[in-house]
């Protein structure tokens, strides 16, 4: 598990090579505000080859945030990144390890018939019941992600998990109603505070495409709110002392600012509705900026407004400077799959991010 001692210490090593607010409080202890996505990449020998690479680059350059989760690339992201944590030369105790479970995950390669195989591999070994899924890949009921959990434990060759997304639930929406779904979230939120209690979980959290970032009209919508009432719920159920819900993970960069525009969260003590960062920030609840890049478009270009205002040597670290910006972000993730990247991406971290009215001057 990530520890104060260990992460803090990680942070003296390599802080003096980076900006001020590069390393960014985060649970016990901080994480550097990029952090190291796995989700792009062909499920091959080749790519988790360069995966590895990367990974351990990274965690070598003052990167301590690895952002993953069972289904990418059929379960290979997980492994690579526990290879990655065994070949690097850190402790385990001084990197954030975060992963997911929802998504119905292949095992090393994409089935001929990936339908057959979510039978025989979930449903009919009774891990998850047919009526759970959505769109046939998707389930976030408690007994099945307790099992994605354990096979994440075991792809990762870890004891502890430091954050666990509940990844993307706005996809139940496609089958059932909202008041429905925020109960199947309060189910799995009890189970997380269950593995919390055992030692096994650091904090938890909810990763979204859409939920928290459009109208309150949207089908995909799920209020952040109501979301952190049921994890309360969730925790006094557990009997835990606090509640585990910590963060959430978003899309947000400079062609999806949704998240910081789009006000669709009621403000817990102002009547108003405000955007998921704002909430986020006022609840107390850390944000991860996923697609931070735009999954590599806006390392081309970035629109000329805003461009102009950012600092970096290369758009891609302008573009995670922007990320890294809005009000709430703790950490921009990227994804590394490319050594050649690493360097590029690390550096963005030496120049400070935009200050807050320079942030919010983008927006007029």
């Not at 059932?176 to 979230?185: A, G, I, N, P």
């Not at 593995?195 to 495409?209: D, F, N, Q, S």
């Not at 969730?234 to 835990?240: L, M, Y």
């Not at 002392?241 to 998240?259: E, H, I, R, S, Y």
């Amino acid at each position: 598990m990530a520890t104060k001692r260990g992460t803090w210490g990680y942070r003296d090593e390599f802080g003096d090579a980076f900006a001020r607010t590069f390393f960014r409080r985060f649970g016990p202890g901080v994480v550097s505000s990029i952090g190291i996505g796995t989700y792009l990449g062909d499920p091959t020998d080749a790519a988790d080859a360069r995966y590895r690479e990367a990974l351990t680059a990274a965690l070598e350059s003052g990167v301590n945030l690895v952002d993953t989760a069972i289904n990418y690339r059929c379960q290979r992201s997980e492994r690579v990144v526990g290879e990655a944590l065994r070949e690097a030369d850190i402790a385990r105790e001084e990197v954030v390890v975060a992963t997911k479970g929802g998504f119905v995950p292949f095992d090393g390669s994409r089935p001929e018939d990936p339908g057959a195989y979510v039978r025989d591999e979930f449903v009919r070994t009774g891990i998850v019941d047919g009526a759970e899924l959505a769109r046939g890949s998707h389930a976030i009921a408690p007994g099945y992600l307790d099992a994605l959990f354990d096979r994440s434990l075991d792809n990762l060759g870890l004891d502890t998990v430091d954050c666990y997304y509940v990844h993307n639930p706005e996809t139940q929406l496609a089958v059932r109603s909202r008041e429905d779904v925020y109960d199947q979230l309060e189910a799995a939120f009890e189970v997380l505070e269950e593995r919390r209690l055992a030692g096994e979980l650091g904090v938890y959290g909810v990763a979204t495409w859409k939920a928290f970032r459009v109208p309150r009209d949207h089908q995909s919508y799920l209020s952040l709110p109501e979301v952190l009432t049921r994890a309360e719920r969730a925790a006094d159920a557990a009997g835990a002392d606090d509640c585990g819900l910590a963060a959430v993970q978003l899309p947000f960069n400079v062609q999806m600012a949704d998240a910081f525009t789009v006000e669709a969260h009621r403000h817990p003590e102002e009547d108003k509705d405000v955007s998921a960062l704002w909430y986020a920030q006022e609840a107390g609840l850390d944000v991860f900026a996923s697609a931070s890049l735009a999954q590599g478009d806006l390392a081309a270009s970035i629109p000329e407004a805003v461009d102009e205002q950012l600092s970096g040597e290369t758009a891609a670290q302008r573009a995670l400077n922007f990320a890294r910006s809005a009000p709430g972000v703790t950490c921009a993730l990227v994804g590394t799959g490319s050594p050649e990247h690493v360097a590029e991406n690390v550096a963005a971290g030496t120049f400070e991010p935009l200050g807050a009215r320079a942030f919010d001057a983008v927006f007029e």
